[in-house]
């Protein structure tokens, strides 16, 4: 069993940073991809950024030039950076770990509230 523990989450002004992490109970590498993922009130959850274990990210349009996705691999904990927050950030953001041939596994969740 996995165990991934979101943290970071708050509230904050507009223009404002958020740094979220995400702790995975093993080795990350272990994963194919690990994803944070985010849903707003009476929307459905989606993408906001990837990273594989082999390093490479991706992003959803919306958050392109402001979010970053980083690891570290010695703590076992993905990081999102979110700068130049916007109110239609505000979310529930989830992190979500795919291993090569299991189910994926989904933290708790870690509320941002984005001000205007």
């Known amino acids: 069993q996995v165990q991934l523990v979101e943290s970071g989450g708050g509230l904050v002004q507009a223009g404002g940073s958020l740094r979220l992490s995400c702790a995975a109970s093993r080795n990350i590498f272990s994963f194919n991809t690990m994803n944070w993922y985010r849903q707003a009130p009476g929307k459905q959850r989606g993408l906001v950024a990837g990273i594989t274990s082999g390093g490479s990210t991706n992003y959803a349009d919306s958050v392109k030039g402001r979010f970053t996705i980083s690891r570290d691999t010695a703590k076992n904990t993905v990081y999102l950076q979110m700068n130049s927050l916007k109110p239609e950030d505000t979310a529930v953001y989830y992190c979500?770990?795919?291993?090569?041939?299991?189910?994926?596994?989904w933290g708790q969740g870690t509320q941002v509230t984005v001000s205007s």
């Open positions: 979500k770990a795919d291993p090569f041939r299991d189910r994926p596994y």
